[in-house]
T-cell receptor
């Protein structure tokens, strides 16, 4: 069975450019989470969805960040405009439902903003 | 302010010896704790968990201990193996579904 699939695996861009990260959750999983990993703060939850509906976006750092889940098999995290401090590894994770089940992570998207 | 704290950024242990990774938390409402393991260029994977009604949970070489009065938990790996070298994250669910993670501890097991 395919796990959580993220793309791109690596992205290098210049400050001010738009960045779009993509995620395909595990089929049948109803909850999707976006995390960001940095050295200082570890894994921070940015936003999560249940049944394609955003439930909590309190972790989104600024208005420059937005996330969508147009259907059960696809989500995007967009940063516009990007800044060097956005450089991090962004993980998408999915879970069978909101309250139970193991959280499965993708391999991450490493973003470098120059 | 981080609710789950891992104050040791890294730990180095000789193969065959015990590895002890520590985690402190501030939210007394947490009733379940998890450890995740992460290899380079991979996503974190679930390792072991413990409910707050227990003080110990064991799974093979991995044991997690919980001290609720001290708001402290630890992961013991015995014996440590080179393949255990990874980043270990402590986590707890907030509001039942929102997992909050610590900053992680890099474990290096030397052969």
């Amino acid at each position: 069975d395919a796990g959580v699939i993220q793309s791109p695996r690596h992205e290098v861009t210049e400050m001010g450019q738009e960045v779009t990260l993509r995620c395909k959750p595990i089929s049948g999983h109803n909850s999707l989470f976006w995390y960001r990993q940095t050295m200082m703060r570890g894994l921070e939850l940015l936003i999560y969805f249940n049944n394609n509906v955003p439930i909590d976006d309190s972790g989104m750092p600024e208005d420059r960040f937005s996330a969508k889940m147009p259907n059960a098999s696809f989500s995007t995290l967009k940063i516009q405009p990007s800044e060097p401090r956005d450089s991090a590894v962004y993980f998408c994770a999915s879970r069978r439902d909101l309250y139970t089940g193991e959280l499965f992570f993708g391999e991450g998207s490493r973003l470098t903003v120059l | 302010d981080q609710q789950v704290k891992q104050n040791s950024p890294s730990l180095s242990v000789q193969e065959g010896r015990i590895s002890i990774l520590n985690c402190d938390y501030t939210n007394s409402m947490f009733d379940y704790f998890l450890w995740y393991k992460k290899y380079p260029a991979e996503g974190p994977t679930f390792l072991i968990s413990i409910s707050s009604i227990k003080d110990k949970n064991e799974d093979g070489r991995f044991t997690v201990f919980l001290n609720k009065s001290a708001k402290h938990l630890s992961l013991h790996i015995v014996p440590s193996q080179p393949g255990d070298s990874a980043v270990y994250f402590c986590a707890a669910p907030e509001y039942g579904n929102k997992l909050v993670f610590g900053a992680g501890t890099i474990l290096r097991v030397k052969s």
